[in-house]
């Protein structure tokens, strides 16, 4: 009986260490994935170093107070607060570091009921991946993707909208979403 007491003190023994010995790493562990997940916040904005590649071929409304890249109050007129793309023409978002992702959300123009026509690309080592195509986007449209390394979206004006032919991008965010399996 005296071995089996001693025995079991053994195994609760290990089984302390490995505890204090595994919390480290886990912790060092968590650290790492928020960094790689860009600490959970949305990563195309100006403070991420977010750049629109494309900013040649787009228009922006009234200067920087039309990227959708901002964060600051957000006003809104027919000619002012957006960034725009013509028929063929995309609107292509670099991000300054490569991240883990799976959400991407996209607050189309919508001061008056219209759909869009678009194809959104992933773009990871140069190699673009659809993650959403719709006739009928609108409003603000959030995609979620299975997780993965993402250093850049394409947004694809693939036919205008119902109203004229340009693509009108208000706001734009990408994050990593935590999951709860309830």
């Known amino acids: 009986m005296k071995w089996n007491s001693c025995f079991l003190?053994?195994?609760?023994?290990?089984y302390k260490i490995?505890?204090?010995v595994n919390t480290p790493c886990n912790r060092r562990e968590a650290k790492l994935k928020s960094i790689i997940r860009?600490?959970?916040k949305n990563v195309i904005n100006y403070n991420m170093g977010t750049l629109i590649s494309s900013k040649q071929q787009n228009g922006f409304a009234v200067g920087i107070y039309g990227s959708c890249l901002r964060d600051n109050i957000y006003t809104i007129t027919g000619g002012y607060g957006f960034t725009s793309s013509a028929i063929g023409n995309s609107i292509i978002f670099d991000l300054q570091e490569q991240y883990e992702l799976n959400t991407l959300k996209i607050?189309?123009?919508d001061q008056s009921y219209r759909f869009y026509r678009i194809q959104i690309y992933l773009i990871y080592q140069q190699?673009?991946?659809i993650i959403y195509e719709s006739n009928f986007a609108q409003?603000?449209?959030t995609i979620t993707f299975p997780v993965q390394s993402v250093q850049g979206?394409?947004?694809?004006?693939?036919?205008?909208?119902?109203?004229?032919?340009?693509?009108?991008?208000?706001?734009?965010e990408a994050y990593f979403k935590l999951q709860t399996n309830i």
């Open 38 to 40: 860009g600490k959970y």
């Open 9 to 14: 003190c053994a195994i609760l023994l290990l």
């Open 18 to 20: 490995q505890l204090v």
């Open 127 to 129: 190699v673009e991946t």
């Open 153 to 172: 979206f394409k947004v694809y004006n693939l036919n205008g909208n119902t109203q004229n032919t340009g693509l009108f991008i208000i706001k734009a």
């Open 139 to 141: 409003s603000i449209t």
């Open 107 to 109: 607050w189309l123009w």
